[in-house]
């Protein structure tokens, strides 16, 4: 039997880390099987969710290198959900409600006050003919409830290990609105079951969901599948990820410039003991995923970690993949090789391309110094030898080395005081510039 996983956001907002973690383990566990990944839609909620989303959330998922095997959208299954619908009531598994919203906060602030846990307490099982009569006159549409079975449900979790959830302290979850719409519960287990997945691999904010899960899964007479709750992503301090910490979306994420492997990387690792590498490529990832390494400890994102893992993909890049992603008009391998191990996201390279095409304003404290050492400029071609030959030239003639010697042509030759080694940034530059640099002149 071929292993099925699924990733199913609601498109009423983009993807962030926290969704792209569950997309990748999802993603992952399925190529280390040889399964495959669906990716569904969830997309029942006509108020909030949009085209725009839904497209969003593809692209994203097409960035990160996560590919789906199937595409499916909610919003085209109703007639499968009113087929289970329909079996559920013949089977007596759920039962019209028809009280109000108000109603039902007065019934849940009665039982508060009397410190009792606010269950609801299943009065429409109770329901004479002549009452639900009465209701209808005036004009009222049930919601349905589904019967819980008052037991204990168990499962053995990919992460938790065994789990075992008292439905006996549930109220009977409602499945259907009273305008007739799923709520999600329903289409979640039907699709489930419709689409044959058999690994469910979501957010520990789910536990209590999946034991009513499980019974309904029995109630339509289907097999259920494995499950693994992931404990949710934790700011660096250890508190709820907030949005200044790098729970945004991938699309912002992205137009920082990072790679999408260093964002894979890292939430391939998030929750286990092992060290997070930084992959160039899913592949590595791959072999190396194994869902029982996740703890149930709670996984720290940093966004710190998650620049130093892009910087580390950069200065191990090739030229072939990073001519691919730079969009700088005669860029050569030359550049790229000088300046990769400077940069922290590829768009840092626009920067050092500005140094090399110019013009840049020198930054000089000592015109009398760089005039001199102008005249100490190798004379021909300039190769990646010829920066040792002019600063040894420059110590002999004037006296000076270390900082004092290096720092004033750093800075003259570049306009900043760090940066690529200065052998291979003096070839770039050229001769014409770099006299211009030195003698103070935009160049």
Not at 191 to 203: E, L, N, P, Q, S
Not at 381 to 399: E, F, R
Request: hydrophobic content about 40%.
């Amino acid at each position: 039997m071929t292993a099925k996983f699924r990733f199913a956001p609601s498109p009423t907002g983009f993807l962030h880390v926290g969704n792209a973690r569950l997309a990748l383990i999802n993603w992952l566990y399925a190529k280390k099987t040889g399964g495959q990944f669906v990716l569904r839609l969830d997309d029942t909620d006509e108020e909030r969710s949009t085209e725009e989303y839904a497209t969003g959330i593809q692209d994203d998922l097409t960035w990160l290198g996560l590919g789906w095997d199937d595409l499916k959208k909610q919003s085209s299954r109703k007639e499968e959900y009113d087929r289970a619908i329909d079996a559920l009531k013949s089977s007596g598994r759920v039962y019209a409600c028809y009280e109000t919203a108000e109603e039902l906060e007065y019934k849940r602030k009665r039982q508060i006050a009397r410190k009792m846990p606010p269950v609801y307490d299943r009065s429409a099982l109770k329901l004479t003919e002549d009452e639900i009569e009465k209701f209808e006159a005036e004009g009222r549409k049930p919601h349905w409830r589904f019967l819980l079975d008052q037991e204990k449900v168990t499962w053995q979790d990919d992460v938790r290990g065994e789990v075992s959830v008292d439905c006996a302290s549930m109220s009977d979850p409602v499945l259907i609105r009273s305008d007739g719409r799923p709520l999600y519960h329903l289409p979640s287990v039907v699709d489930d079951i419709d689409f044959g997945i058999t690994h469910v691999i979501r957010g520990e904010d789910h536990v209590s969901n999946t034991a009513l899960h499980i019974q309904i899964f029995k109630a339509l007479g289907a097999d259920v599948p494995a499950f693994a709750h992931l404990p949710l992503l934790m700011g660096p301090d250890g508190g709820p990820l907030s949005k200044r910490e790098g729970s945004q979306s991938l699309r912002e994420l992205r137009g920082t410039g990072l790679e999408p492997m260093s964002i894979n990387s890292l939430l391939a690792r998030l929750g286990t003991s092992d060290n997070v590498d930084a992959q160039g490529d899913l592949s590595a990832i791959v072999e190396g995923f194994d869902i029982n390494r996740f703890s149930r400890a709670a996984a720290k994102f940093d966004p710190a970690e998650l620049k130093n893992i892009n910087a580390r993909i950069l200065h191990e890049m090739s030229w072939e993949q990073a001519s691919k992603r730079l969009n700088l008009e005669g860029a050569t391998e030359a550049f790229w090789l000088a300046v990769r191990g400077n940069l922290e996201t590829i768009k840092d390279a626009e920067g050092w391309w500005d140094v090399v095409c110019g013009p840049i304003t020198p930054v000089v404290e000592d015109p009398e110094f760089l005039v001199k050492a102008a005249a100490l400029l190798p004379e021909g071609p300039l190769d990646a030898g010829s920066w040792k030959i002019w600063t040894t030239a420059v110590k002999d003639a004037l006296g000076v080395k270390g900082k004092a010697l290096f720092m004033p042509l750093r800075q003259a030759l570049t306009g900043r005081s760090h940066g690529p080694e200065m052998n291979n940034m003096l070839v770039l530059i050229g001769r014409e510039k770099a006299l211009a640099r030195l003698a103070g002149k935009q160049a």
